[in-house]
């Protein structure tokens, strides 16, 4: 049997059944599940304001966008963010032609504050920070940052769905927190996500934003029984980035879970650090910072010999991945090159080892068995 890097779970009839509502009441999109699920988020979460979206792609962009627009920020102002990221993070940038400065990573592999300090310039309009693999890093220094500089934060929260900051959801100070509900991130849709602004006035600004620039959605509509249902006000170029109410439906039922399966994620990660406590020469776990209770969507190892690793692993049937690619190794963001030594360091060193729910103990075992065997005490190069 194969051990995959990511295999979602749901539970399915459950699923089934929130779905199979929306079927037979004929509410397939926009509205009704969507707007409970965006209900229960806030709840979860205690943040005041929350916008179900159809990817955290969009979501990224949508934060962008707003805060570009209200704040007057100009094309060629910047953003600083993380080479070590999916690259969604960093397109969202320079979707709107702003730019995006590499800061170098920490020992979390999240953005270190010491390198972001260096990297303020009087164009800096924000700091985009993304919790690699559910990691709060140096959230908290970021935040401090950010208000002494007065620049805005954006989360990318795609991998920290239920990552707690000492006892509390993260990132209720950000501007912007974004997720991710793509199918193999820890709390798995199909495709969707969500973007809590702390202001109400970018939250609305979302909402118009998200259907086309509409001004009022078909749910209110339908319920506001004195008026044209079928009239509305177009005010500005909008996009078409709301989530649905089948995403919505399977993500209610995923919530329920959220905790638990989280816990489940920390108990895989304990045994993987377990196993390699006796082996630092070889393998370096990415260790989680001290008050975060992370979701724990990665574990991260720094071997020597990743490629070496990786191949070997992969003849036995096991699949690890690697989170991420140093962005600035692409050819759009090769400016970047050489100005974040950490990152472009770990980029070559840095594997992820299976994490899901249906791994059991001696899942973990056999893995963590082979990667000390694969890993070699001698640098690659
Ligand atoms: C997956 C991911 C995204 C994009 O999420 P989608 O929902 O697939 O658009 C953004 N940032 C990070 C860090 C991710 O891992």
């Known amino acids: 049997m194969s051990i995959q890097l990511f295999v979602p779970t749901f539970r399915v009839e459950e699923c089934l059944k929130e779905i199979k509502e929306c079927l037979d009441k004929g509410w397939t999109g926009l509205g009704y599940k969507t707007i409970k699920f965006e209900e229960k988020w806030k709840e979860y979460t205690n943040?005041?304001?929350?916008?179900?979206?159809?990817?955290?792609?969009v979501g990224l962009h949508l934060a962008v966008k707003i805060l570009k627009n209200e704040c007057k920020w100009?094309?060629?102002d910047e953003i600083i963010s993380t080479p070590i990221t999916f690259v969604s993070t960093n397109h969202a940038i320079a979707y709107e032609n702003l730019k995006v400065v590499f800061a170098d990573v920490d020992k979390y592999l999240c953005l270190d504050p010491i390198d972001v300090r260096k990297k303020i310039t009087s164009k800096t309009r924000a700091i985009m920070f993304v919790g690699v693999g559910g990691?709060?890093?140096?959230?908290?220094?970021?935040?401090?940052?950010?208000?002494?500089?007065?620049?805005?934060?954006?989360?990318?929260?795609?991998h920290m769905s239920g990552t707690r900051l000492n006892g509390e959801i993260i990132g209720k100070e950000a501007d912007a927190v974004i997720y991710s509900f793509q199918a193999v991130k820890n709390l798995p849709t199909a495709?969707?996500?969500?973007i809590?602004?702390?202001?109400?006035?970018y939250d609305k600004l979302a909402r118009k934003l998200t259907w086309l620039g509409i001004n009022k959605d078909t749910y209110t509509r339908s319920k506001n029984k004195e008026s044209y249902k079928w009239k509305y006000d177009v005010e500005c170029v909008g996009y078409k980035y709301h989530g649905n109410s089948i995403m919505a439906s399977i993500a209610l039922v995923q919530l329920k879970y959220l905790d638990k399966d989280n816990s489940y994620r920390r108990q895989?990660?304990?045994w993987y650090d377990?196993?390699?406590?006796?082996h630092k020469n070889l393998i370096k776990p990415i260790s989680i910072i001290d008050g975060c209770e992370s979701s724990r969507h990665l574990y991260i190892i720094e071997v020597n010999n990743r490629d070496e690793v990786i191949m070997a692993l992969n003849l036995i049937d096991i699949y690890p991945g690697v989170h991420y690619r140093d962005n600035t190794e692409y050819e759009m963001y090769k400016y970047g090159k050489g100005t974040c030594q950490n990152a472009h360091r770990l980029s070559k060193r840095i594997l992820s080892l299976p994490m899901h729910l249906r791994l059991t103990k001696e899942d973990i075992n056999k893995i963590s068995r082979n990667v000390i065997k694969f890993a070699s005490s001698i640098k690659e190069d």
């Open 191 to 194: 495709d969707s996500g969500m």
């Open 268 to 270: 895989i990660a304990t």
């Open 135 to 158: 990691n709060a890093g140096k959230y908290k220094e970021i935040l401090k940052i950010c208000k002494e500089f007065n620049l805005k934060l954006i989360l990318d929260a795609a």
């Open 274 to 278: 377990e196993a390699f406590k006796h």
């Open 47 to 57: 943040f005041p304001y929350a916008h179900f979206i159809n990817s955290a792609t």
């Open 74 to 76: 100009e094309d060629g």
């Open 196 to 201: 809590c602004f702390k202001e109400e006035k």
